[in-house]
């Protein structure tokens, strides 16, 4: 049996729970980083995947890129081939597009920021209609808090809407004030609770609280109310390893994004992605 593990860098977070342990853990492992792949399609009809210039043979499963976040093509080019995805990809690709999160979530009476889908030329005047400043802009599919920005006024928005480029997907969203510099996170895994933390700016001008711009994390434990409401927001994603990260509204929590491989501490993370594999062994090698 053959196992591709796809990187879209070769830290990624498959990469950093130890290559060493996926080989000895999954016979058959082979790790693929994406940015050296080819992919062919011809009048054949065979997809051809080239490594560095060397046509390979297609696996029986592959592990999707954790943070290849655009358009997953190479991912959908083998399931188009008949190579089986190790979890849900039309589920991991819903949970990476903060939109089509948000609208599975509040079909299902979840709170979320209320928010609008923006191209390279919105319209501003309808973003205004709907927005007061402050607001935030970030793109769909955004990253580690990355071009995430605090509008406050219209030399900034446009500022910010000049710097689109075509086809891709940003959003104008409601700002929660009430969670400045601070959110929570909560990992699910197989649907029941696995860890939860504050994050904390550590900087007071500061409004994303994420670690890539500084930010601190501290273990929490959540009270029976707050794991029951990630429980129902996990009942909704068929994905077996799920963080949530939890806004502070007013008198209740606000959604702002799921997460199909959430970071966390070293060791807390080793360990979910261990128990995550040893559970996807049972089920792909003794089939």
Sequence with gaps: MKLWCLLSSIDDLLGWIGEKFLVEAMPGFKKIPIDYVNALVDGEGELKVYFRGKKLELPDMFWPAVSNTNTFSLEKLLVDAGVKCAI?????IVARSKIATYRRLSKNGIRVP??????SHPNKASILEQFDYPFVMKPDNSTDGKDVKLINNEKELDAYISKQTYGVAHMA?????TSFGKDMRVVMLYGKLYYSAIRNSD???EFRSNVYYGGSTNGCPIDDDTEKFCEKIASLFDLPLLGINLLFGQGEYVVVEVN????????????????LINNFNKDFYNA
């Design 114 to 119: 209320k928010t609008m889908v923006l191209f």
């Design 88 to 92: 849900n990809l039309d589920e991991v």
């Design 203 to 205: 900087n007071p001008d």
């Design 173 to 177: 969203q409601e700002y929660i004030s």
């Design 260 to 275: 199909p491989f959430p970071e966390m501490y070293p060791e807390i993370g080793k360990k979910a992605y261990k128990t």
